[in-house]
Every structure is written in structure tokens, then in C-alpha cells.
């Protein structure tokens, strides 16, 4: 079964035993974690497929939780020129990294 799921504002493509790392949940290591909002399943030959209408009533992709963590930072560098204006400062998105358990209908 494949599944598109979507949360923390993006949608992924998903199989049973796939390993993501999704925008922050508040959750523990761990623990499982069920996505709501699937906006289609179908069989991985494309024989069969419910498509949402935004989404697909009673459906639920069900995870793991393997860990909670924070991206590489990224460094941001604002400059203007003739003012002596410069500023330098860095970010580091924090992730949930989630493995795929089931796929239900």
C-alpha cells in the first residue's frame, strides 16, 4: 500500500516500513503517532486508489517515533552595501524522524 500523507504543512508519499523525518510533533521517542489526514491510498501496481476529497474519511497511517532532533544549521548572512550593515546569525529546524507502521483504509 502507498499513502499521501500530510503534515506540518507538507504532504509525503509514504510505504509501510518507510523512515521520514516530518516537521516537529509533540511526542516522545518511542511512542506511536497516527496521521489523520490522508489524501490518498492506493496499491503499489496503481491497480486501485481512493483519492480524498480533501481527505479519505476513517483512513489512518499509523508510526513509530525513532527520534526527535534538530537539523544542520543553516547560517544566514543579511549585508547592505555603503552602510556598514552586516549581520550574521544561524537556525536549526528541529524534525521528528518517524517509521511507517500501517497503512489503513
Same mark, same amino acid.
Given at each position: @500500500?502507498?499513502? +499521501? ?8 508519499? +509514504?510505504?509501510?516500513?518507510? %523512515?521520514? $523525518? *516530518?516537521?516537529?510533533?509533540? %511526542? ?13 491510498? #492506493? ?5 486501485? #486508489?481512493? &483519492? ?7 483512513? &489512518? ?8 532532533? !534538530?537539523?544542520?544549521? +543553516? @547560517? *544566514? $548572512?543579511?549585508?547592505? #552595501?555603503? *552602510? !556598514?550593515?552586516? $549581520? %550574521?546569525?544561524?537556525? $536549526?529546524?528541529?524534525?521528528?524522524? +518517524?517509521? &511507517?507502521?500501517?497503512?489503513? #483504509?
Amino acid at each position: @500500500m502507498i499513502a +499521501v500523507i500530510k503534515t506540518g504543512g507538507k504532504q509525503y508519499k +509514504v510505504q509501510e516500513g518507510d %523512515t521520514l $523525518r *516530518v516537521e516537529k510533533l509533540l %511526542t516522545e521517542e518511542g511512542k506511536p503517532v497516527s496521521f489523520e489526514d490522508v489524501l490518498l491510498i #492506493a496499491s503499489e501496481d496503481g491497480a486501485t #486508489a481512493q &483519492i480524498g476529497a480533501p481527505t479519505i474519511k476513517g483512513a &489512518i497511517v499509523e508510526a513509530t517515533v525513532l527520534k526527535q532532533g !534538530r537539523a544542520k544549521k +543553516v @547560517m *544566514v $548572512r543579511k549585508f547592505k #552595501a555603503k *552602510v !556598514r550593515y552586516s $549581520r %550574521t546569525y544561524g537556525h $536549526r529546524q528541529p524534525f521528528t524522524e +518517524v517509521q &511507517i507502521t500501517k497503512i489503513s #483504509a
